[in-house]
């Protein structure tokens, strides 16, 4: 079975980068989409963008400016880049499969917390 | 930007109690919406998609109807496993996800 893992800094500085990875084990990357989603402590669940295997990627509008996501298929690992990250930026980080052919994003990585902070 | 609104924004209800929650899409979303369940500390998971269609592997007791721009959620009879906060989300225009239900045992 697909499983997805997170790997990266757990603390940032206000100001710097965020860069997440997910390794995905159990399959390859092709014919799906990628995304990462993030949820604030006690907050709900926001999406933040996808890659395609391909290498297309899709972002949320709100997020557009600060955000790339990007897919290596030879280490079976997709990325997250996060520019100039403050507070709000704290959060947990899912990597996560989105599934075109019926829309469901799953399955889900455990998460890995993120704090923004100096 | 489609906004998706749930209600209620927390639940009580009895084990063996039908639980209903709504999602509500600010525009015709289709039958673009999924359903998931987030237990704390965890991850969350998907129930439902396409509205209506029950993941592989969710037990019966879970449902999911509507279309355009209502839809509901329902729990046939509640379980102490179903302690969750349960989020919908579209997929017709980019994603968005509902605000959450907290659901509790009573």
């Known amino acids: 079975q697909v499983q997805l893992q997170e790997s990266g800094p757990r603390l940032v500085k206000p100001s710097e980068t965020l860069s997440l990875t997910c390794t995905v084990s159990g399959d390859s990357l092709s014919s799906y989409y990628w995304s990462w989603i993030r949820q604030p402590p006690g907050k709900g669940l926001e999406w933040i963008g996808y890659?395609?295997?391909?290498?297309?990627?899709n972002y949320n509008p709100s997020l557009r400016s600060r955000v790339t996501i990007s897919i290596d298929t030879s280490k079976n690992q997709f990325s997250l880049i996060l520019n100039s990250v403050t507070a709000a930026d704290t959060a947990m980080y899912y990597c996560?499969?989105?599934?075109?052919?019926?829309?469901?994003?799953?399955?889900w990585g455990q998460g890995t917390l993120v704090t923004i902070s100096s | 930007d489609i906004q998706m609104t749930q209600s209620p924004s927390s639940l009580s209800a009895s084990v063996g109690d039908r639980v209903t929650i709504t999602c509500q899409a600010s525009q015709d979303i289709g039958n673009y919406l999924s359903w998931y369940q987030q237990k704390p500390g965890k991850a969350p998971k998907l129930l439902i998609y396409d509205a209506s269609n029950l993941q592989t592997g969710v037990p019966p007791r879970f449902s999911g109807t509507g279309s355009g721009t209502g839809f509901t959620f329902t729990i046939s009879s509640l379980q102490p496993e179903d302690i969750a906060t349960y989020y919908c989300q579209q997929y017709d225009n980019l994603h968005t996800f509902g605000q959450g239900t907290k659901l509790e045992i009573k």
């Open positions: 890659v395609y295997y391909s290498g297309s990627t």
């Open positions: 996560v499969r989105y599934n075109w052919h019926y829309g469901g994003f799953d399955p």
